[in-house]
Structure formats: structure tokens, C-alpha cells
């Protein structure tokens, strides 16, 4: 095998894939970063650590506002702050992945949590017209189903 050969083996040996492919090994790095950030913040999270969760997904907010991962992180953010009580900080970030998602099985999702949190609040008119919208606009959802049963429990308790 010839010596220049043997010198372009060595450099595809040696050049991480993600070069080859047209990824920059900065991007790869930074992905690999985003997924260690978030999950660290999800860890902390499962071991009810709200508060140092909470700083660590905000960090990750602004360090990777347009990561891939970003959606992860708003809805863990979202659920801290449902289990912390803090329903008004979790309400924005459903609204804001609702407007992000649109009516996508995700996006119902989002919207259903609007629903479900407006209620927890006392602000239940607001929360049945979320439910009847998610009736009317898709009616054969999980979450429609979820919906009609909080419209008819409502009903009964009002």
C-alpha cells in the first residue's frame, strides 16, 4: 500500500464520523452537552429537587434557545411548577408549547393541561371552553374524551 494511501486510511480512521457526515464536531459536542444539561435537570427533578431543576433548565433556556431538546426541557419546567403549585408559570409554558405544537396530538396535549390547570386555579369557565374547544375540534383525541368527562363532572358539580 502506497504512503499516501496509507495516509488517507489514517485520516478517515481518525476523523469522527460526524465530520465525514457534514456535522461539525462543535454541533455534535453541543448536542451531547444539551442532552447531559437536560437530563441532569430531569434527574434533579425525579429526586424532587424542584428548585435546583427549576435553575437548570432555565440555564438551559438560555444557553440552547433553539435546541432540539427544547421542548423537553419546557415540559419539565411545566410539570415543576405544577407540582411546586406555581400554576400561573406552568400555564405560560403550556400555552407556549401549545402555540408551538398547534392542534398535533401534542398540541392537544398542551391545551388539555391549560384545561386541566385553569381548573385547579377556580377559573373553571375558562377551563370548559378549553375542554369543549378540544371536543369540537377533535373529537376523537385521547384528550376529547379526557375533556368530556371534566364538561360532564363540572356539570354535575356546579
Same mark, same amino acid.
Given at each position: 500500500?502506497?504512503?499516501?494511501?496509507?495516509?488517507?486510511?489514517l485520516?478517515?480512521?481518525?476523523?469522527?464520523?460526524?465530520?465525514?457526515?457534514?456535522?461539525?464536531?462543535?454541533?455534535?459536542?453541543?448536542?451531547?452537552?444539551?442532552?447531559?444539561t437536560?437530563?441532569?435537570?430531569?434527574s434533579?427533578y425525579?429526586?424532587?429537587?424542584?428548585?435546583?431543576?427549576?435553575?437548570?433548565?432555565?440555564?438551559?433556556?438560555?444557553?440552547?434557545?433553539?435546541?432540539?431538546?427544547?421542548?423537553?426541557?419546557l415540559?419539565?419546567m411545566?410539570?415543576?411548577?405544577?407540582? $411546586?403549585?406555581?400554576? @400561573?408559570?406552568?400555564?405560560?409554558?403550556?400555552? !407556549? #408549547?401549545?402555540? %408551538?405544537? &398547534?392542534? $398535533?396530538?401534542?398540541? @392537544?396535549k398542551?391545551?388539555?393541561?391549560?384545561? !386541566? #390547570?385553569?381548573? %385547579?386555579? &377556580?377559573?373553571?369557565?375558562?377551563?370548559?371552553?378549553?375542554?369543549?374547544?378540544?371536543? !369540537? #375540534?377533535?373529537?376523537?383525541?385521547?384528550?376529547?374524551?379526557?375533556?368530556?368527562?371534566?364538561?360532564?363532572?363540572n356539570?354535575?358539580?356546579?
Open positions: 500500500m502506497s504512503t499516501i494511501a496509507k495516509f488517507i486510511l485520516i478517515m480512521f481518525f476523523t469522527p464520523l460526524s465530520l465525514i457526515s457534514g456535522i461539525s464536531a462543535n454541533s455534535t459536542l453541543s448536542l451531547n452537552q444539551q442532552k447531559r437536560l437530563s441532569l435537570g430531569i434533579l425525579e429526586e424532587r429537587r424542584y428548585e435546583q431543576a427549576l435553575r437548570v433548565l432555565d440555564d438551559f433556556l438560555d444557553i440552547y434557545p433553539e435546541s432540539p431538546y427544547l421542548t423537553g426541557a415540559e419539565a411545566a410539570l415543576i411548577y405544577e407540582k $411546586t403549585q406555581r400554576y @400561573i408559570e406552568a400555564l405560560q409554558i403550556y400555552r !407556549r #408549547l401549545y402555540q %408551538e405544537a &398547534g392542534m $398535533t396530538t401534542q398540541g @392537544i398542551y391545551y388539555y393541561s391549560q384545561g !386541566r #390547570l385553569l381548573y %385547579e386555579m &377556580g377559573e373553571i369557565q375558562d377551563a370548559d371552553k378549553i375542554f369543549a374547544e378540544i371536543v !369540537r #375540534l377533535n373529537p376523537d383525541s385521547p384528550y376529547a374524551k379526557k375533556a368530556k368527562i371534566q364538561l360532564q363532572l356539570e354535575v358539580f356546579d
